[in-house]
């Protein structure tokens, strides 16, 4: 099948670079300078840096000076949890779960229990559900990779002490990312060297890289300013309806909780969600059966389980829309699983 004739929905995955990334990133290459170096290179080099430091903040609601570059959330979230001890629910990704202690519970509609903030680190928007945290004042670590660009965010209002972001979930390139740091905190830097990122994060800066994160950063904050995810969801729900009419067995997970506006996860017992993802990839429709951090896996989920979800974890599916999704992309998607549906209940009569 031709990619003209494709439908991506798996934006929680990764998004589709923003124009106005690749333009910022294509006129940084240009910049021969190192950010480093005191000549005029260097500071034409540094500037661009700076302007999207400032970009990504405003986005945040944070200031420049809380914002290290690094090359992901997950590098983000190895140096805001390394050498601390914090706990977790077992729902947080995988980035952030090799850094703590599985000991927070988490309800079946995706909420987690948290007693003591400053010893803990919590999602403010789950990948896979969707599902959104309230998050206390005094929070040790969110991670709003999911969250930022598609709900309004406030660092400084948040109380929270450390943020993780990423480029590519909001239109802006994979390979770079940020951890946003309360002012007055500080972290111990994992790569030692040039004293980059105001000794937080040593190395020459990819500034190509940074610029179309600034760039994207800024086109999603005016995206969420003029509420355009409100049709997204509007589209979500519209789907979610044709599959509930398609099927009486499906459960939708999550959808009693808040969610981000573009997410949903349901699962059709008996129907395993790996062949659900291959049948709508061979259908046109990229869609995922969970995180797209595991290597390519496709197995259980492990947030599903937490939320006690166990019986169907191994049938779920998540699709995840994008600003540049349709109505008619939602309905061809629900027709066509519909089909497989259809075909999958016959098999199995």
């Not at 090799?98 to 309800?107: G, K, N, P, Q, T």
């Not at 995706?110 to 959104?132: I, K, R, Y």
């Not at 005016?222 to 398609?246: F, M, P, S, T």
């Amino acid at each position: 099948m031709d990619q003209v004739s494709r439908i991506y929905l798996d934006h929680n995955a990764t998004t589709p670079l923003r124009v106005e990334a690749r333009a910022a990133m294509v006129a940084a290459m240009d910049v021969i300078g190192n950010p480093s170096s005191v000549h005029a290179e260097g500071r034409a080099a540094k500037s661009l840096v700076e302007a999207a430091r400032a970009q990504v903040a405003r986005a945040m609601g944070a200031v420049e000076a809380d914002i290290v570059f690094v090359s992901s959330a997950t590098e983000a979230a190895a140096l805001a949890c390394a050498g601390r001890e914090l706990v977790a629910a077992p729902v947080e990704h995988d980035a952030v779960g090799a850094w703590v202690e599985d000991r927070l519970s988490v309800d079946r509609r995706g909420t987690v229990v948290l007693d003591e903030p400053a010893a803990s680190a919590l999602q403010m928007a789950n990948s896979e559900t969707g599902v959104m945290q309230d998050v206390p004042m005094g929070t040790a670590v969110c991670d709003m990779t999911q969250a930022l660009g598609k709900v309004a965010v406030d660092f400084d209002a948040s109380g929270i002490d450390m943020a993780l972001i990423s480029a590519h979930k909001l239109g802006g390139p994979k390979g770079v990312g940020a951890l946003v740091i309360r002012r007055g905190l500080d972290v111990t830097p994992a790569l030692r060297g040039g004293g980059q990122e105001m000794g937080r994060r040593s190395g020459t800066e990819n500034i190509v890289g940074i610029a179309g994160f600034g760039a994207a950063a800024a086109a999603a904050q005016a995206d969420v300013e003029a509420g355009a995810w409100a049709k997204i969801e509007k589209l979500r729900n519209i789907l979610e309806c044709a599959l509930e009419a398609a099927s009486n067995t499906t459960i939708f997970i999550g959808k009693e909780a808040h969610r981000l506006p573009n997410t949903t996860c349901f699962a059709t017992p008996g129907w395993k969600g790996e062949t659900q993802v291959m049948q709508m990839d061979l259908a046109g429709f990229a869609i995922s059966a969970g995180s797209a951090c595991s290597s390519g896996k496709v197995k259980a989920s492990k947030v599903l389980t937490a939320m006690g979800f166990e019986d169907v974890a191994g049938h779920a599916i998540r699709v995840s829309l994008g600003l540049e999704t349709t109505e008619q992309d939602v309905l061809r998607f629900a027709d066509a699983w519909t089909q497989k549906l259809k075909k999958h209940e016959a098999r199995a009569a």
